[in-house]
């Protein structure tokens, strides 16, 4: 598709479980946003790619995060032992470049943790 | 410290009336940009309508238009003839001169009503 896309669009976990979110980004897109909005809340930054490599991480709430970008495309949000705080929705957004122009956004994962 | 400030948790709008969505925003570098999103229930994000600092003329996008007040860092977006599909959550945001991120306000949920 010519969009952003994310997987799953929905995940029920356990907590303590791990939990990965894919991210396809626009082709040609340099850059690469991963975004947590909770419930009716604004959004919030959490890591940016440009290529493969992520300048700042300062914005992933724990260690328990982490995130990897291959061949300057696909993303994956890894969560380890998830936590019910941890529910969410996860937007990915891409743009054509960095600090240039809008950023155009998937459809979110939604993740709940039970 | 917050850089975007929506202060309109929710508004409502009679159909076809004007709608002005408040924006004020936090920076001290004199190169920056500003946009505004709609977030459907179907939780996507579309991007509306960009302003950059240095442009004179107030950005423009169909029924969308953005009034920039510089020396008040506002930036409000005002939506005229507004439309039942209008109805949504709007989130203002910006992007500081070689930033790479965007950082969101707490958004603003628009209802139109017939």
């Known amino acids: 598709g010519a969009g952003v896309s994310q997987s799953p669009s929905n995940k029920v976990t356990e907590k303590g479980k791990d939990v990965e979110l894919r991210c396809d980004p626009i082709s040609g897109h340099t850059a690469l946003y991963w975004y947590r909005q909770s419930l009716g809340q604004g959004l919030e930054f959490l890591i940016y790619f440009q290529g493969n490599s992520a300048p700042d991480k300062s914005g992933l709430p724990s260690d328990r995060f982490s995130a990897e970008r291959t061949g300057g495309s696909v993303s994956t949000l890894t969560i380890q032992r998830t936590q019910q705080e941890d529910s969410a929705v996860y937007l990915c957004?891409?743009?054509?470049?960095?600090?240039?122009?809008?950023?155009?956004f998937g459809e979110g994962s939604r993740l709940t943790v039970l | 410290a917050q850089k975007i400030t929506q202060t309109q948790p929710g508004m409502f709008v009679q159909e076809k009336e004007a709608v002005t969505l408040d924006c004020t925003y936090d920076?001290?570098?004199?190169?920056?940009?500003l946009f505004w999103y709609k977030q459907p229930s179907s939780g996507e994000m579309i991007f509306l309508i960009y302003?950059?600092?240095?442009?004179?003329q107030n950005a423009t996008e169909g029924r969308y238009s953005l009034n920039f007040q510089k020396a008040r860092k506002s930036a409000n977006l005002v939506i005229s003839a507004s439309q039942l599909g209008d109805s949504a959550m709007y989130f203002c945001?910006?992007?500081?001169?070689?930033?790479?991120?965007?950082?969101f306000g707490a958004g603003t949920t628009v209802t139109v009503r017939a």
């Open positions: 920076t001290s570098d004199q190169s920056y940009g």
């Open positions: 302003q950059g600092s240095y442009d004179e």
């Open positions: 945001a910006m992007r500081e001169m070689n930033d790479y991120k965007l950082s």
């Open positions: 957004a891409s743009s054509l470049m960095a600090n240039t122009g809008e950023l155009f």
